[in-house]
């Protein structure tokens, strides 16, 4: 009789089939899924571009991709990872409570968000250490997990770290509506006329530690933070040289700061108190440019894009995502290895701003409307007669510059181009003995508006 053999048996019979157990391309598709349509929701024009609603289109983005894996790994694989629909639920469940509520839960979600994150992520690990046998798949979502956890710890410590600084620094001056935000307003010293000082591109009232006080022991000097950074709030609207301006002047009758004042801006501070000036002549006594952006005219400067009045804003979009990373400390971080010449009070009120989610995004929707601030500063074309201090640094300046100074000095037939030898752009605010050059000068504009005479050379 012959012995028909028999096949052994297979020892995966009945499990599915190879394709089947192709987990590491279902964890690399999910992945890609999430940040795909993480992406594409930011970019959707039915989203408003804030940072708690953006933040809220990438959670629920995030949280679509580990649905995916949960459905797609059970369906298709032999490996179902059902623990992934924790994260998708937690993920997808912040993002629809920013989408639909916004900026009124940001506060309490700060301090909920860190725990719940490292909680998701501490699960994550030990799940799939348990059931996910794809070791493609697992260090896939190793680096996931790593950025969770460091996420979590930097987020955590910078919630902890801006309630200690709102304690710390505690608001000098005050806040006053100037229209839909409030600005914060400090002046101290005493005497006429007032000083008025207009920090760099993307600064605060902090910066001019040393300046403030040294000018008030001579008259009356006011600093101020411009929309979304410092201890003011931020504007809807384009911050441009004629907003920014505009929005001064009526903070300064608001405060019931009289005028007329000595404007003294620095960097793109220059370009604010030069459309100032050409807007409110009547209300500027004296000017002080502290190696000021110059001016140009429309006819010299590229097209500009479009602006915040459009349905839909792009630059406003990347501005609040780069917001929303002040969220894990981001701005903390740069902001401790900055602003080490200041005096130690104005120094740790610079970096403690400089941690905050609105000056980042403040900083570049200044820049964005830099052509149209420079093109709004060319309208002051004469500074009249009035007194009028130019300051220059000598170092790291770009082929022009100083021709572009002495432009700016000859708006007035009462002035003076002074450049200050060994200074930086910077140094002229932030270094105790070139703060002092510029101090003077400030001073300078000031005598010679009290005793009408010609500024002091």
């Known amino acids: 009789m012959t012995t028909i053999p028999t096949a052994p048996a297979r020892q ?124 493609i798949g697992r260090w896939l979502l190793y680096p996931v997990i790593a950025l969770m956890i460091v996420a979590s710890i930097g987020g955590g410590y910078e919630t902890v770290m801006e309630s200690v600084d709102a304690r710390a620094h505690p608001l000098p001056g005050r806040l006053i509506d100037v229209g839909g935000h409030r600005l914060h ?89 030069q459309t100032f000036a050409a807007r409110f002549p009547q209300d500027v006594a004296g000017l002080v440019l502290i190696d000021s952006t110059a001016p140009v005219p429309a006819a010299n400067l590229p097209a500009e894009p479009p602006d915040e009045g459009d349905s839909y804003n792009l630059m406003g979009r990347v501005s609040a995502l780069v917001s929303a990373s002040a969220r894990i400390g981001v701005g903390r971080l740069y902001g401790q290895f900055d602003y080490v010449t200041l005096p130690p009070a104005a120094r740790d009120e610079a970096r403690a701003s400089v941690a905050k989610g609105g000056q980042l995004g403040s900083t570049i929707d200044e820049y964005v409307a830099a052509n149209a601030s420079m093109e709004q500063a060319a309208a002051l074309v004469s500074f009249a007669g009035k007194p009028l201090v130019v300051l220059s640094a000598d170092q790291g300046n770009a082929p022009g510059w100083t021709a572009k100074q002495a432009a700016l000095a000859a708006l007035s037939a009462n002035s003076r181009l002074d450049v200050v030898e060994g200074a930086t752009h910077a140094s002229l605010v932030s270094d105790e003995g070139d703060a002092a050059v510029t101090t003077q000068a400030i001073l300078d504009v000031v005598a010679s508006v009290r005793s009408a005479e010609p500024v002091a050379r």
């Open 12 to 135: 995966d019979q009945g499990r599915p089939p190879g394709p089947r157990r192709r987990i590491g391309l279902i964890v690399a598709g999910s992945l890609a899924f999430g940040v795909v349509s993480a992406l594409l929701l930011v970019l959707a024009p039915f989203i408003p571009p804030e940072e708690s609603r953006l933040t809220g289109a990438v959670l629920l983005g995030f949280g679509l991709g580990w649905a995916l894996l949960a459905v797609l790994s059970a369906r298709v694989t032999d490996q179902p990872q059902r623990w992934a629909a924790v994260p998708a639920a937690v993920m997808g469940l912040g993002g629809l409570l920013l989408l639909l509520v916004g900026s009124s839960i940001q506060a309490v979600l700060s301090w909920v968000w860190p725990p719940a994150l490292l909680a998701v992520a501490i699960w994550i690990a030990v799940s799939i250490h348990r059931h996910l046998h794809s070791r």
């Open 185 to 273: 307003l400090s002046c101290t010293g005493s005497g006429s006329p007032t000083v008025v000082l207009e920090p760099g591109g993307g600064e605060m009232s902090a910066v001019l530690g040393w300046i403030a006080p040294a000018v008030a022991l001579g008259t009356r000097v006011c600093v101020y933070d411009r929309a979304g950074r410092g201890w003011s709030e931020p504007a809807d609207s384009r911050q441009d040289a004629a907003r920014i301006a505009t929005d001064l002047r009526t903070l300064l009758h608001r405060g019931d700061v009289p005028g007329p004042y000595v404007l003294a801006g620095h960097s793109f501070g220059g370009l604010y108190v």
